[in-house]
């Protein structure tokens, strides 16, 4: 076969390229073999009409178009390695000649995978990350348990803020109640700003049985706007106050809220502990962030052709609703929840799909200029994390998975290492 690239843009042009006339024919016998189980031709049995007699009665060239969606899949293939070219997306076909006897020369009009210079990649220097836990940070932490296990006790002194009332209220403009301005027995905590901004604060001092008054001004954003911008007043009564009691942090405290400890200062350990791989953690991914941006930075793109970009959007599109699936949210109900569109997502996700996308030309070239290469074990081994990831069975997720796939997940791993590690912080 012969194949040839012409280039027509920065990463566009047309590869030209033949099939053999012993293909064609290959795949015209294959054609006709189908065909003449269904036909009926008078002088003969049903499926055993001569090669002869059908193409004097219907023309060998009736199977072409059927042996040339056959043929044309491995032809392009073979022309495109031939070219030494990488397509991005599906080519638009044009056929020159199908003449009977003779190769078939086709054309196709290809956007392929453009070129990547890289810049420097290792030994990159960036931002040095904190990694340390301090006494205040484990002090911060603990008191967050602390408040977590905090019970509302009833008090008869004033409200404060931070206190809790149950109130009825019911709200008017002038003499008139207005829609949605009614509630009973309403638990709401003074100081969360979960009410109209000043009602609130005009609660503090309350005690449990009284009646009160509080005159505002609604917002001029309220969501309501026949409400926006407009005076109203409230009639409240008070059930109740209440504050909240946070527990003594002591042993038993320590006890109550983690059975794997026996005394607070073995609660603070574990805390600092947590702090610091969580620390690690985010410090890592803060470190491997910075370098593989500078890396892509570093890195000479002319042009990123838009398919590849449209392609990253939809990758990404369709990994957060498979996650939301594997937590029983299908598409439809993200929507309904979120009261968002696909096309919402869409927007969404299209938000630096154009970096996104060309770290990955980064990194993979950075694959082939290490040479980076992938063991049958560290396959197995991926297998495992995944299944045990999803909690599935390695074989079902072999199944669902293509080798292929996974050698290029490790590959592009592997790249991000070399990136990370050689990075030096300061």
């Not at 290959?26 to 055993?48: H, Q």
């Not at 299209?350 to 560290?378: C, G, Y």
């Amino acid at each position: 076969m012969t194949a040839n690239w012409e280039k027509t843009g920065t990463n566009e042009g047309v590869l030209t390229f033949e099939i053999p006339a012993e293909t064609i024919k290959t795949e015209t016998d294959k054609v006709f073999n189908k065909v003449r189980k269904n036909l009926n031709v008078p002088g003969f049995r049903k499926g055993k009409v001569p090669r002869h007699i059908f193409n004097k009665q219907y023309g060998e060239e009736s199977l072409f178009e059927d042996a040339l969606n056959e043929a044309l899949p491995g032809a392009y293939d073979k022309a495109v390695e031939e070219a030494g070219i990488e397509p991005v997306a599906q080519p638009k076909i044009d056929i020159k000649t199908m003449e009977k006897g003779q190769p078939w020369v086709m054309t196709a009009e290809v956007t392929v995978k453009p070129e990547v210079k890289l810049g420097e990649y290792k030994n990159l220097k960036v931002e040095k990350q904190d990694r340390e836990v301090t006494d205040e940070e484990v002090e911060s932490s603990l008191k967050d348990r602390q408040e977590k296990q905090a019970e509302l006790v009833l008090k008869e002194d004033a409200a404060e803020l931070g206190d809790t009332v149950v109130i009825d209220y019911e709200g008017f403009q002038g003499d008139e109640p207005f829609e949605g301005g009614k509630d009973e027995n309403h638990s709401l905590e003074l100081g969360s700003n979960s009410f109209i901004p000043g009602f609130e604060d005009k609660l503090v001092g309350v005690k449990a049985g009284e009646e009160t008054t509080v005159e505002l001004t609604f917002p001029e954003d309220y969501q309501a706007e026949d409400l926006a911008g407009k005076d109203a007043s409230f009639k409240v009564k008070v059930h109740e106050v209440k504050s909240r009691e946070l527990p003594e942090l002591d042993d038993e405290f320590a006890k109550d809220i983690d059975e794997e400890v026996e005394t607070l200062d073995e609660l603070k350990a574990k805390i600092r502990k947590e702090l610091e791989e969580s620390k690690i953690a985010a410090a890592d991914e803060a470190k491997q962030d910075a370098a593989i941006r500078q890396a892509v930075e570093n890195a000479e793109i002319v042009e990123l052709p838009e398919v590849m970009v449209h392609d990253e959007v939809h990758r990404q599109m369709d990994l957060f609703l498979n996650d939301m699936q594997r937590q029983g949210i299908n598409p439809e109900l993200y929507y309904q929840i979120t009261g968002t569109t696909e096309q919402d997502l869409h927007v969404q996700m299209e938000e630096d799909a154009d970096v996104r996308t060309k770290t990955t030309l980064v990194l993979e070239q950075i694959i082939k200029e290490e040479n980076i290469e992938v063991t049958a074990e560290e396959i197995a081994e991926e297998l495992e994390s995944l299944a045990g990831q999803y909690n599935m069975d390695a074989d079902r997720v072999r199944s669902l998975v293509s080798e292929d796939m996974l050698t290029n997940d490790i590959q592009m791993k592997k790249a991000m290492d070399i990136v990370t590690d050689t990075a030096i912080e300061e």
